[in-house]
């Protein structure tokens, strides 16, 4: 009778724990989308965040892929919404949502590569890793936004000219921004793990 009681206890501590580990998660994500809504609100305020001339400073939040696999559903769905709340057409809406998700799935593909390599003891292979966690926010919406800007919006810059022109902002926002937050991140996670010591 003991032995049940125990395994019981057992199960039901383990049941909690992956309960609190999920609702932990979506609240990440929560959060993150968030914060991407935030971003991009104040980026259209400043009129940042649309048309062939964009820096959505929201894109930085790519790095994030690389902490939790939180981030992925978490920036799709805050790009949904600022898409919505901004007054995005419905293609926009739709493809720019999905170009967010692709370049938050290959993020934290790079991401898991950077961790093995860590668990591995290669520090440089681990650094390149994280450097390139931006690149597939980059090249996705570089070459999705100007076909949305070009087909749903009807710009008439020309497919080079958006390409160019989107490309520069998400290399600002995504790769710049996003670098210069993954510094912070890494500078708080090396000074947490000292404290540990």
Not at 76 to 85: E, Q, R, Y
Not at 97 to 115: E, F, I, P, Y
Request: glycine letters at 10%; hydrophobic letters at 50%; charged letters at 15%.
């Amino acid at each position: 009778m003991e032995n049940k009681t125990n395994q019981t206890q057992t199960h039901t501590t383990h049941a909690a724990g992956k309960t609190h580990s999920q609702a932990r998660t979506v609240a990440y994500g929560a959060l993150i989308a968030a914060l991407y809504v935030v971003l991009t609100y104040l980026c259209s305020l400043l009129g940042l965040s649309s048309m062939a001339i964009q820096a959505r400073f929201s894109e930085a939040l790519c790095v994030l892929t690389l902490y939790t696999a939180a981030a992925v559903p978490g920036m799709w769905l805050g790009c949904l919404l600022a898409n919505l709340l901004t007054g995005a057409v419905v293609w926009d809406v739709i493809f720019g949502s999905l170009a967010t998700l692709v370049g938050a799935l290959g993020g934290w593909l790079l991401g898991r590569l950077a961790h093995r390599a860590e668990d591995k003891g290669k520090g440089r292979l681990a650094t390149v890793w994280k450097v390139l966690v931006p690149l597939p926010t980059v090249v996705a919406n570089t070459i999705v936004v100007p076909l949305v800007l070009t087909y749903a919006y009807g710009l008439e810059d020309g497919l080079p000219y958006l390409a160019l022109t989107v490309g520069l902002g998400e290399v600002l926002s995504a790769w710049v921004f996003g670098l210069l937050l993954l510094v912070v991140l890494e500078k708080r996670k090396q000074n947490r793990q000292k404290k540990d010591k």
